[in-house]
């Protein structure tokens, strides 16, 4: 069974960067696609970004175009989202998510494997 862990969450100001990790277990990531997706109390859940299960494709919620960048070590088993330039709004519960499909939109209802989420505060 597929177990994802995220990590790299806090608290940044403004214009700050963090580096968030999903790491996997149980299971070999690199047949899976991948997603991370975010949710602050009151709003649905959002895909942020995603990248196909060869890391061939990505892609990323206009919100964060330029800004973020999702990139994939199938030999670590992890896969990472570099958030730069954060600002307010980036503020909420981060969670990484996996299917075993090749490239999937990048949407919640697609994938099937949830981590537990780490929490992103961009505050002054």
């Known amino acids: 069974q597929l177990q994802l862990v995220e990590s790299g969450g806090g608290l940044v100001q403004p214009g700050g960067s963090l580096r968030l990790s999903c790491a996997a277990s149980g299971a070999t990531l690199e047949y899976y696609a991948i997603g991370w997706f975010r949710q602050s109390p009151g709003k649905e859940r959002e895909g942020v970004s995603c990248?196909?299960?060869?890391?061939?494709?990505?892609n990323y919620a206009d919100s964060v175009k330029g800004r973020f960048t999702i990139s994939r070590d199938n030999a670590k088993n992890t896969v990472y989202l570099q958030m730069n330039r954060l600002k307010p709004e980036d503020t909420a519960l981060y969670y990484c998510?996996?299917?075993?499909?090749?490239?999937?939109?990048?949407?919640?209802?697609?994938?099937?494997?949830w981590g537990r989420g780490t929490q992103v505060t961009v505050s002054s």
């Open positions: 990248i196909s299960s060869s890391g061939g494709s990505t």
């Open positions: 998510a996996a299917v075993p499909l090749a490239q999937p939109m990048c949407v919640s209802y697609e994938y099937d494997y």
